[in-house]
Structures are given as C-alpha cells and as structure tokens.
C-alpha cells in the first residue's frame, strides 16, 4: 500500500501561494522548460520564469507548450490555463500545492448540510457587504440584496468615472459585442475566475462544490470570484474603460494584475476559504493514542477508522497482530 508521499517537492520546498505571481499571460510563443523554470520562446527572444512562483499561467493564442514544460508546472501545483485573445475562457487546472485533505474535507462537510451550507453562504456575504445582517436571511433573499447592491456598484462607478452606463451586457462567446465598459467588466470577471481556480486547485480544495453557486464544475471558484467583484473587479473596469477604451481588454487584464498584487489579494483569498470551511469542521487526529492535530499544510496520509479517528498508514491493522509494519 501506498504511504501517499509524492516522491516530489514538499510544501516547505514550494513557494506559497500568496507569494507567487497572480497570474502570467503569454502569448504567440513555445513554452518550454530550463531546470525548474520555464521558458517563453517567441521572435523577440527568449524569456525565463521560474515556475515555483506562478500562480496560473495563461496560454493566449498561437502558444504551445511541451511536455517538460507541463510536467514542471505540475509539478510546482501552477495552474495552466489555455485563455481566448482578451482572457475570456477558463479551460484547466493544476495540481494542489497542498498534500493534505483538511480543506477539502472541510469544504465537503460543509456542503454536505444544508445548514452549514447556509451558514457559509452567509459568511460570504458578510465578507463581499460588510455592515450589513444577512443573520436569518433565506438564500432567495440573500440573492435579492446580491442582485441590489451589484446594480448600485455599476452605477456609483459610472458617476465616478463619467462613463454613460445603459446595463450590463455580455454575449457569450462574442467579447467585442458589448461597449468598452462591458468587456472591461468581463475580462476582469474572466481574470478573477483564473485567479481564483488557481488558488481553489492550490490548496486542495473542489472547485465545484459551491454554496452559492450549484450545478457547475466551477460553482466555488465563483463563489470565490465574487467575494472581490464589487471591490476590486468592477471598479479596475471601469477606471481601465475610462482611460483605453480602444484595448480594453489587455488594459484591464494588466491593472488588474498590478491591483492584485497591492493589495496582496491572493494572501487574502488563502485566509477567506480557510475561514470559510474550516471553523465550521472539527480538525481530525492522526491516531488515536497520540491526538495530535492534522495541520492543513500537513504532508500525512491516514486512514479511517471507527469514532472519527484516523490511524497511520504503512502498518498491517490485522486485528490478529499488534500492527506490523507493511
């Protein structure tokens, strides 16, 4: 049997998440790789990144990406993302950073019950409206003040930026069907979902189990996205539709990414979902005579027993033996 270690990089050897890059986007290149980085190869030469501190990497069009390149992205848990000319589709996601379960668990359990399912939900609108008591609320009415309070922000942005709003339009698959403010809006909603599929994937976590969102691969990334629409997303658009009306789309994606990094957003996204699943879960042991706790960065395998308690693995539990090891 398997004792679950990745004879690979452990989580004190990789660069943590909000330490990492939010995002690099490349494209019209070959991607390749050089040691533990990886390279962009394009007619203007060749550029180094080491591959430990991207957060997700964007594929634009006319990129392609070898093996090596892949296998090291892998490796270092960087999301891999194949995007559209303005960043307007999510295709994949890489491997966790972390090798233990807590998070996921946690998310899960919350999930699982329709009372902590709404609990979460709840705290989610306690972090995207602070002030307001949503305590009570049913999930009908949380969405109607959601709904509220969106329609307020496009409107207080457009008086603060002068830009003539008439509502919020997206085709989908037709990015250069909407005004310069609405494909603003949905390029940085586009870069958020990235962001927050890296981060989600990075630590364990299912991207589709949302407790706003449901039915979609990827209800808890956006769930995750939208914590930070209205105080970061939106406001980024319309200021970048103010100013470059006439590329709008790589404006927005580059202040975002430099808004992303002041605020040390992705820092900030880690402590949200931990927060989110993790208080409302007990944390379980490792076995029943040492209880000692399962940090969630742990890089430990268990097994499950009776009772809630969980027993290393590598050992025979016969019950005709005294638990040799295997």
């Given at each position: 049997?398997?004792?679950?270690?990745?004879?690979?990089?452990?989580?004190?050897?990789?660069?943590?998440?909000?330490?990492?890059?939010?995002?690099?986007?490349?494209?019209?290149?070959?991607?390749?790789?050089?040691?533990?980085?990886?390279?962009?190869?394009?007619?203007?030469?060749?550029?180094?990144?080491?591959?430990?501190?991207?957060?997700?990497?964007?594929?634009?069009?006319?990129?392609?990406?070898?093996?090596?390149?892949?296998?090291?992205?892998?490796?270092?848990?960087?999301?891999?993302?194949?995007?559209?000319?303005?960043?307007?589709?999510?295709?994949?996601?890489?491997?966790?950073?972390?090798?233990?379960?807590?998070?996921?668990?946690?998310?899960?359990?919350?999930?699982?019950?329709?009372?902590?399912?709404?609990?979460?939900?709840?705290?989610?609108?306690?972090?995207?409206?602070?002030?307001?008591?949503?305590?009570?609320?049913?999930?009908?009415?949380?969405?109607?003040?959601?709904?509220?309070?969106?329609?307020?922000?496009?409107q207080a942005n457009a008086k603060r930026t002068g830009i003539s709003w008439q509502g919020r339009h997206y085709k989908p698959g037709d990015f250069s069907s909407g005004d310069p403010v609405n494909q603003a809006i949905t390029a940085a909603a586009q870069v958020m979902y990235g962001i927050s599929h890296a981060v989600v994937t990075a630590l364990g976590c299912s991207p589709a189990?949302?407790?706003?969102?449901?039915?979609?691969?990827?209800?808890?990334?956006?769930?995750?996205?939208?914590?930070?629409?209205?105080?970061?997303?939106?406001?980024?658009?319309?200021?970048?539709?103010?100013?470059?009306?006439?590329?709008?789309?790589?404006?927005?994606?580059?202040?975002?990414?430099?808004?992303?990094?002041?605020?040390?957003?992705?820092?900030?996204?880690?402590?949200?979902?931990?927060?989110?699943?993790?208080?409302?879960?007990?944390?379980?042991?490792?076995?029943?005579?040492?209880?000692?706790?399962?940090?969630?960065?742990?890089?430990?395998?268990?097994?499950?027993?009776?009772?809630?308690?969980?027993?290393?693995?590598?050992?025979?539990?016969?019950?005709?033996?005294?638990?040799?090891?295997?």
């Amino acid at each position: 049997m398997s004792s679950g270690h990745r004879p690979a990089s452990t989580p004190v050897q990789l660069a943590r998440v909000g330490d990492r890059l939010s995002f690099v986007y490349l494209e019209r290149c070959i991607v390749h790789r050089d040691a533990n980085a990886i390279t962009a190869e394009s007619a203007s030469g060749t550029t180094h990144i080491p591959s430990a501190t991207i957060g997700t990497l964007l594929l634009g069009p006319g990129t392609r990406i070898t093996h090596q390149a892949m296998s090291i992205l892998g490796e270092t848990g960087a999301g891999v993302v194949s995007v559209g000319e303005n960043g307007v589709r999510y295709y994949a996601g890489g491997r966790a950073l972390t090798r233990s379960a807590t998070l996921a668990e946690g998310q899960a359990s919350c999930w699982a019950n329709r009372r902590t399912r709404l609990e979460v939900a709840r705290s989610m609108y306690r972090l995207r409206f602070p002030g307001e008591d949503v305590d009570g609320l049913t999930r009908r009415e949380l969405l109607g003040r959601e709904g509220r309070r969106v329609k307020d922000c496009y409107q207080a942005n457009a008086k603060r930026t002068g830009i003539s709003w008439q509502g919020r339009h997206y085709k989908p698959g037709d990015f250069s069907s909407g005004d310069p403010v609405n494909q603003a809006i949905t390029a940085a909603a586009q870069v958020m979902y990235g962001i927050s599929h890296a981060v989600v994937t990075a630590l364990g976590c299912s991207p589709a189990l949302g407790f706003i969102h449901s039915g979609h691969e990827l209800s808890f990334v956006l769930d995750i996205a939208d914590l930070y629409k209205i105080e970061i997303g939106i406001p980024v658009a319309f200021d970048t539709a103010a100013t470059s009306p006439e590329d709008v789309g790589p404006a927005t994606r580059r202040a975002l990414r430099d808004r992303i990094h002041s605020l040390g957003l992705l820092d900030r996204i880690v402590d949200d979902i931990k927060n989110l699943v993790l208080p409302h879960t007990a944390q379980p042991s490792i076995g029943a005579d040492t209880g000692t706790e399962l940090g969630w960065e742990a890089d430990r395998m268990t097994l499950q027993s009776d009772h809630d308690v969980n027993l290393p693995t590598g050992t025979n539990w016969d019950a005709q033996n005294t638990g040799e090891s295997w």
